[in-house]
């Protein structure tokens, strides 16, 4: 088990490109494959995550290895997740010092940068599909207002347009997470 949870969040922290939110579709897969954990819980990794101190992917690494192995799996995952930045950084610090003003070297940064907006973008919009859709009533013909979560869409609607005003555009985040949290606790998200 310590080996498996070392080598899928070692791919996943070679190829999630992006930072932390990169790294959800790599743990949707993880859930289909191995039912470490359920959408809903990754659900709850993310909340976790984006409301504790240090990096999203990281915190998310910790987070699952945890629900699946306990204190072993959540250092063996998060090991795992941070081994190949590790490697790359080292091996890239030396490579970029030669080649830092080449067109290709260039180039290669210029084409990663459409991945990883790609990437972050399924996620979230995955994301968005699981928090807004009831999938559990999903399955037959429903009610266009059964299906919706209307609560978590009000929710969402309401703290984007109070994010986007200009007299709270310069709060902190951590400011609307705490926010968001009381307002979950409050109303039973």
């Not at 992006?18 to 659900?43: H, I, K, M, N, V």
């Not at 940064?109 to 859709?133: E, K, Q, V, W």
């Not at 559990?136 to 005003?165: E, P, R, T, W």
């Amino acid at each position: 088990m310590l080996l498996t949870l070392y080598i899928e969040f070692f791919k996943t922290g070679l190829f999630a490109v992006g930072g932390g939110l990169a790294t959800l579709p790599f743990l949707y897969d993880l859930s289909d494959r191995y039912g470490w954990f359920s959408y809903e819980q990754l659900a709850d990794m993310i909340a976790i995550s984006e409301s504790t101190p240090g990096a999203i992917g990281v915190n998310m690494a910790t987070y699952a290895g945890f629900s699946t192995a306990g204190v072993p799996g959540a250092i063996i995952a998060t090991l795992g997740l941070v081994s190949p930045s590790i490697i790359i950084i080292i091996i890239l610090a030396h490579v970029l010092e030669r080649f830092k003003q080449s067109t290709l070297v260039q180039g290669a940064f210029y084409g990663l940068r459409p991945a990883s907006t790609a990437l972050i973008a399924a996620a979230g919009f995955n994301f968005m599909y699981h928090d807004l859709i009831n999938t559990s009533v999903y399955s037959g013909l429903q009610s266009l207002m059964d299906v919706i979560n209307i609560k978590a869409l009000i929710f969402s609607v309401v703290l984007y347009v109070i994010m986007q005003h200009r007299l709270f555009k310069h709060l902190h985040p951590v400011v609307f997470i705490a926010f968001s949290a009381l307002i979950g606790i409050l109303f039973s998200f």
